[in-house]
């Protein structure tokens, strides 16, 4: 019933993903949420992020932000990046996921997608038939009005998720 919104895979943060590891699997992009996944809601991109996007572009991935938040947001977030971006992408329809890797040159089988909301991010991962990295919200008391009246949501089909898995999830410290 809820297997749309699983995620493939569960980290603490997005901080603790190993991405070499992934690298040498064969995976060549990364598809960010933003808000909550690389830093705090509407906040810029800080010194962890910065260090995070440029080292992943120096080991050969392609990285694409992908918000439902406004074009203003996502440009200035990635301003010193350059990487590729998608505004107002429609979470969780599989069309902005699409789009991200067309933009990117890569497929399903090479991408990964990391945010930190089941229903709009990994839902719409899932909806693409990439890999799906679901991360803890880095501040979800800092959560929009819509974003905190799906917490409580989220946390049954987790727990339903962590059911299914026999409680093995890839937590990591950061």
């Not at 040159?105 to 679901?134: E, H, P």
Request: charged content about 30%; glycine content about 6%.
């Amino acid at each position: 019933m809820f297997k749309i919104f699983y995620p493939t895979e569960y980290y603490d943060s997005t901080y603790s993903i190993d991405f070499k590891e992934y690298y040498k699997s064969g995976y060549r992009g990364v598809i960010f949420d933003i808000d909550n996944t690389l830093v705090e809601h509407d906040a810029p991109a800080d010194f962890r992020a910065s260090v995070l996007i440029k080292k992943l572009m120096a080991m050969g991935y392609k990285v694409c932000f992908l918000s439902n938040n406004d074009e203003q947001r996502v440009a200035d977030f990635n301003k010193e990046f350059g990487a590729t971006y998608i505004y107002k992408a429609g979470k969780p329809l599989a069309k902005g996921y699409i789009k991200a890797m067309k933009k990117m040159g890569t497929d399903k089988d090479n991408t990964l997608f990391v945010g930190d909301q089941l229903f709009t991010d990994i839902c719409g991962a899932n909806r693409s038939r990439i890999r799906s990295v679901l991360v803890a919200p880095m501040a979800p008391e800092k959560d929009t009005l819509g974003v905190s009246l799906k917490r409580p949501l989220e946390k049954i089909v987790f727990r339903s998720w962590k059911k299914q898995q026999g409680q093995r999830t890839l937590q990591k410290n950061s």
